[in-house]
């Protein structure tokens, strides 16, 4: 009985845990009730040209049992209708870890 609780225990940190294993090149610091930080995957931004045109994909959890979306590179750049790609964002919405939504941000031309 305390086995199968402890798997249980185990089973349920590791569901609800949703996208906080996610380590990206920068990462702003989380806050526990609410997160909403953006931040650049891309790292070398003395060789990213500034670019207007851009895309975004998402994909969302809720209670970390659903998640649904694509938050590709691809569908970004397709949804923004970009040929070629000068740098990627982020954007990471955490509520209570009750709901939260990671979107991938493309800009280019």
């Known amino acids: 009985m305390k ?3 402890f798997a249980l225990v185990v089973a349920g ?3 609800l845990g949703g996208c906080a294993f996610y380590q990206a090149p920068v990462m702003p ?3 526990f009730i609410v997160s909403s930080i953006q931040a650049p995957i891309d790292t070398d931004a003395d060789q990213t040209p500034v670019s207007t045109r851009q895309g975004e994909a998402s994909s969302m959890s809720i209670l970390g049992l659903v998640a649904v979306g694509d938050a590709s590179i691809k569908t970004a750049a397709e ?4 040929k070629k790609i000068d740098h990627v ?3 990471y919405l955490n509520v209570l870890f009750i709901f939260q939504k990671f979107t991938t941000i493309v800009y280019g031309e």
Request: charged share 20%; proline share 12%; net charge negative.
């Open 89 to 91: 964002d982020y954007r």
């Open 3 to 5: 086995t199968a609780l």
């Open 29 to 31: 610091p989380p806050g």
């Open 13 to 15: 940190s590791l569901l």
């Open 79 to 82: 949804e923004g209708g970009l």
